[in-house]
């Protein structure tokens, strides 16, 4: 489980994209808070921080062509098998949304990327 760096959304492709729309997902739902080694920096953030990142991922499928249920693009949503989210605060937006998201992150997204057979340039 990953969340690609930000940058590499709009170039990832169509396997990487579906597949992070649904790692996010799962992080939203029973996965929020859920020791990962490659996402835990994403637990201390306010969850408000997922949903924004999702909704990069959700535009990004929209770009191209997919439709993402209606229902993730409520920040309380978190699946059909758990109750909403009580109240969350809202946070303006940043970039990069999580500060993680740095340079040498994104080495590290585009030599994973590598190691599956897919070549991006950097952005």
């Known amino acids: 489980m990953r969340l690609w760096h930000e940058a590499l959304i709009p170039l990832l492709p169509r396997q990487q994209l579906l597949g992070q729309h649904r790692e996010v997902a799962a992080l939203r739902g029973k996965g929020w808070g859920k020791k990962h080694a490659t996402v835990d920096y994403a637990f201390v953030h306010p969850y408000y921080k997922l949903y924004q990142f999702h ?53 590290e997204c585009l030599s994973n990327l590598a190691q599956k057979g897919v070549y991006l340039s950097k952005p």
């Open 55 to 107: 909704l990069l991922v959700m535009e990004e499928m929209k770009r191209r062509g997919y439709a993402p249920d209606s229902l993730w693009y409520d920040p309380l949503y978190r699946g059909k098998k758990l109750p909403p989210m009580s109240g969350i605060e809202t946070l303006p937006t940043t970039r990069p949304l999580y500060p993680e998201h740095d340079e040498s992150y994104l080495e």
